[in-house]
Every structure is written in structure tokens, then in C-alpha cells.
């Protein structure tokens, strides 16, 4: 079974922009969550959709915002783009929610200028 | 009420030796207790998982030892090779509907020859 895969990998932005990551669960995941990491702050929950509906939302501005398809796949998309949005966008699948392991991709680099 | 504390922030053990990283929780509602591991460049990876019910689980060099009346769960790393050199982070999340998981701050093992 494929594993979770986020594209781009690598992106490049300056402030004030916005940008698009996509994320495509492990076949039959139902869940998608979004994490921001970086050295500071850690691992930061964004958000948590389920059959297309955002069910949790972590403590992040409202210019970061995301949305699920019918096919589970998710983007995740953030406006205004500030320096401190630079990080390590990961993705994690799980089959549903609750306490079903989390199944991380290898991530999007975004570093904004 | 929903943090979990990781300590050390970075460990350096000699090859052979055991590797022990700590991780504190305030939430008596926590009921599931993964540890990811994570390489450069990669995502994180489920290493190993506990659940309150048990004090502790080992799977083949990997042992969680857990402390339900202290709130405290560590993971021990038995003969530590190189190949273990990674970032690990503890999390804790609740059963039931769409409860985040919440990440420790990441400890960065070092395992030298």
C-alpha cells in the first residue's frame, strides 16, 4: 500500500503570497490532519477533516485554512504568507478518528522570503 | 492542561548503551501514548504506542515503560546503535470522536560509534 504523499515537496514564496499543499492519504484513510513543525515550536496541530468536514482546529491565525475531497485527498492553503510561516508542513492519515495511528508523510518545505 | 513535556531536548549515547527519553502528561483523559521517530528530511514514523492498561510494552529493542499515577511514560532504547541516531517525539491523544494529538517537543538522539 502506498504511504501518505504531499506535493509539492519544496516551495519557495515571498511574504504576502499565498500557497497551495496538497496531501493524499493512504488508501482507504479517511482522516486527514495537518501539522506545522519547526525547530521552535515543534510539531503544532492545524487541523483534522474527516468525510470532508474540518473536525478539530488547532490554535493558528485564519489565513491558514484547508478543506478534504470526496476522494479524502486534502489541501491545505495559507494566504498572506508571513517569514514565520517557514516550516515543515506535515501531513498524517488515519483510518477515522479517535485514537487510530497517524501515518505521517514526508512532509512540504515552504520557506518564505 | 493538553501539553505533554519531553525532556532531554538532545541525547548523546555511545553505541551499545541504552537511550532513555521522558515524557510527562497533565490530562487524565490521555488514553493512547505513541512515540514517532523521525529522520532528516523525512516524516515522522509510529515507532511504538501504549495504552493505560498496561505498564509497559517492548518491541524488540524498544520499550515503553508507563506510569499511569505519575502521568509519565518514557521510551527506552535498548543497545542503541547508530542507526537509531533520529529525533523522537512522544504524543498522547484521547479516544473517542476527533481529539488531536498533542507532540512532545522532540528529543534529537545521537548515537555515536
Known amino acids: 500500500k502506498a504511504g501518505v504523499t504531499q506535493t509539492p515537496r519544496y516551495l519557495i514564496k515571498t511574504r504576502g503570497q499565498q500557497v497551495t499543499l496538497s496531501c493524499s492519504p493512504i488508501?482507504?484513510?479517511?482522516?486527514v490532519s495537518w501539522y506545522q513543525q519547526t525547530p521552535g515550536q515543534g510539531l503544532q496541530f492545524l487541523f483534522e477533516?474527516?468525510?470532508?468536514?474540518?473536525?478539530n482546529k488547532g490554535n493558528f491565525p485564519g489565513r491558514f485554512s484547508g478543506r478534504q475531497f470526496s476522494n479524502s485527498r486534502s489541501e491545505m492553503n495559507v494566504s498572506t504568507l508571513e517569514l514565520g510561516d517557514s516550516a515543515l508542513y506535515l501531513c498524517?492519515?488515519?483510518?477515522?478518528?479517535?485514537?487510530?495511528?497517524?501515518?505521517f508523510g514526508p512532509g512540504t518545505r515552504l520557506t518564505v522570503l | 492542561q493538553q501539553q505533554v513535556k519531553q525532556s532531554p531536548q538532545s541525547l548523546i549515547v555511545q553505541k551499545g548503551g541504552i537511550s532513555i527519553i521522558n515524557c510527562a502528561y497533565e490530562?487524565?483523559?490521555?488514553?493512547?501514548f505513541p512515540w514517532y521517530q523521525q529522520f532528516p528530511g523525512k516524516g515522522p514514523a509510529l515507532l511504538i504506542a501504549?495504552?493505560?492498561?498496561?505498564s509497559e510494552k517492548k518491541e524488540g529493542r524498544f520499550t515503553i515503560s508507563f506510569n499511569k499515577s505519575a502521568k509519565q511514560f518514557s521510551l527506552h532504547i535498548m543497545d542503541s546503535q547508530p542507526g537509531d541516531s533520529a529525533t523522537y517525539f512522544c504524543a498522547a491523544s484521547r479516544n473517542g470522536g476527533y481529539q488531536k494529538v498533542t507532540f512532545g517537543t522532540g528529543t534529537k538522539l545521537q548515537v555515536i560509534p
Open positions: 498524517a492519515s488515519r483510518i477515522a478518528g479517535g485514537a487510530d495511528t497517524q501515518y
Open positions: 488508501s482507504g484513510h479517511r482522516s
Open positions: 477533516y474527516f468525510s470532508e468536514t474540518q473536525r
Open positions: 501504549i495504552r493505560p492498561d498496561v
Open positions: 490530562n487524565t483523559a490521555f488514553d493512547y
